[in-house]
């Protein structure tokens, strides 16, 4: 079979997954077990193989997908995807984006809100929902604007928002500047208890900045932006959520001295969370140094240092979640010169591999791995996702933890092909994902 | 007789001293071309060279015009103005519409770092940088070890003192990289504000006090205040800097007697160097642009003829 096969429209019936290893870390689940779904939601889990010819299927479409050496899991999370529509559509639409999440193993995406226009009002978060309805593979989840065009000026709407449903707020993308206004921002929020996302670089530190600041961009002759830029407003979100009490999530956590302020957040029991991104774990500032513009994001790469205080900071539970940052972009947003270029690289289709990496290097054991795509994930902004127990939503991804491939961008369900992982040989491959039990991606 | 194997030159970073001695031999066999009557050779007739400024210039571009044309290449200006180097703008496809003209050599400044390294990846003709953002200025710092060089017969063993805003300087980046490999000892000088993060890892001394960083110093290279550069200044006044950490008679009293001045131009001068300096008997800034021309000459010879 050539291309992956995508069924939008399966009816909804009986399907059995079989022979594989359910790890569904949430109920504690990680061994030989069959998952029976039914009408879109877990009926049973069974010892392996328990359901034999004997099984009279209640509908007249049962399926049988034989998981022989492969993990069953709960399908994937993504808290930072950027789907681009409305506004950017030759970057990315619901539909490709959600193409890409699928193929990724990703059965629930929360877009941010830097469309245009703006996701600060009910209308765009109903039309986004409306598309992902009629086109989306996968379950979407708008992320509100915190404020109105992202122009930090004037609280977007927010209860409104939330009716619609939004599962958070953040002007991600840009740094709330003003310390009075994300006061508000935060004490609004909580009336409406919305978590706060924090996109956290200070853009006067930052400012024409392309990539962290160091040796390496001396070198190279960049602009940089020092580690402070991040831990500064992420030091500023900090104590204006111990001010509100509000719910604050630190999006793409990528310094140590960033991993270490939320700690010590944690240890004061402040509700602070954070995520990070596969890139952040897995690449240096040394990836600049051929200049390639699918290095170049935001927050940037950072030193050595801080990839493995990221790692710790996984390893020690600091870091709540993996999440994507999925940020496609044309190629005429990134064939330009460094300088020019948009940050940003797509995300969903190389977070598993990436992820999986640490378990392969011992950092992690694969049901940690799995807790930070899922239902940690989740629970940030209060999603009932990201596990299997009977009766859940019936969002399953199974993949091969062991089958080695080489990452091919032209080859993403993206519409966008910015990877800088573009070639790297990885381990770790997305066979089917189900969203609600219908299959919505196969290879 | 070595061969130069070099499709484009774009760095120093990338060159061996053994490299960096074979293209100032080479300049120096050019040079006599630009002392004769008829300052003409034949060697490149039907070669192309473009020069491709999307950043203005006028010393680097009229020099390798004149390299060009004095080894009778055809040589073609194209510059753009700031404001179309924009977001958006597909460098890939100015370089792709270029290449379908066939020119042998594009000859590329820019303001963005990096961006003769993206023209060399894609295009099959040769290209040289003239400047790239903070990044390099390879030609520059050849003219600039010719220059030490017919100065003080050496380059190994010799303190060179680079004093201004280092954070923002191709030249001063090309000149660490290329005095270093030359053997020399090299000092660079500015307040910490023009100080780039991690410069001491490119194997320099750091200095922030003129006096003390120039001391020793057999060459002393001034760096260009850019007074048009964006965003925010990194010192007080003109004068202030001036004061400072402009280059005057009374810090060269301190200093060693056969001391060297450089400057790769425009000069403002009583900003970072005063005009008795810059014009006085230790100055071979005009030195340093004559040899510009010689270098220019090699590299085009080396790339598109000498092969």
Redesign the interface.
Known sequence: MGASKIRRKMKMGTLLITNGTLIDPKNKKNGKWDLLIENGVVKDILKSGSVGAGLKPAHKNFQVIDAKGLVVAPGFVDLHTHLREPGFEYKETIETGTASAAAGGFTSVCCMANTNPVNDQASITQYILKQAKEKGLVNVFPIGAVTKGLEGKELSLMGELKKAGCVAVSDDGKTVRNAQLMRLAMEYARSFDLPVITHAIDPDLA??GVMS????????????I?NEAEDIIIARDIYLAQLTGARLHVAHVATREGVELVAKAKKKGLSITCEVTPHHFTLTDDAVS??DTNTKMAPPLRSEEDRRALIEGLRDGTIDAIATDHAPHA???K??????ACFGIVGLETALALSLKLVESKKLKIEDVISLLTWKAASIVGLRKGDLAVGADADVVIFDPNQAWTVQASAFQSKSKNSPFDGMKVKGRVKTTIVSGKIVYTM | MMKFERKDLLGI?DLSRKEIEFILHTARTLNEVSNRAVKKLPTLRGKTVINLFFESSTRTRTSFEIAGKRLSADVINISKSGSS?????????TAKNLEAMGPDIIVCR??????P??LAKNLKASVINAG?????HPTQALLDIMTVQDAKGKTDGLNISIVGDI?HS?VA?SNIYGFLKMGAKVTVVAPYTMM????E??GVRVSHQLQEGVRDADVIMMLRIQQER??LAPFSTLREYSQLYGLNLSVLKNCKKDVVIMHPGPVNRGVEIDAQVADGPYSVILTQVTNGVSVRMALLYLLAGGK
Not at chain 1, 213 to 224: C, F, K, P
Not at chain 2, 85 to 93: C, H, R, V
Not at chain 2, 110 to 115: D, F, I, L, T
């Open positions: 400012e024409r600041e160091g040796s390496m961009s001396t070198s190279l002759g960049l602009r940089g020092p051929g200049y190629l005429i947003d064939e330009v010169e460094y300088d020019c | 970073e180097i924009e977001k958006g703008e597909n460098l890939l496809d820019h303001s963005s770092a990096g961006v390294w993206v790239d953002g903070a990044h390099e954070a191709r980046r780039p993060h991690g410069i890892k490119m964006l965003g």
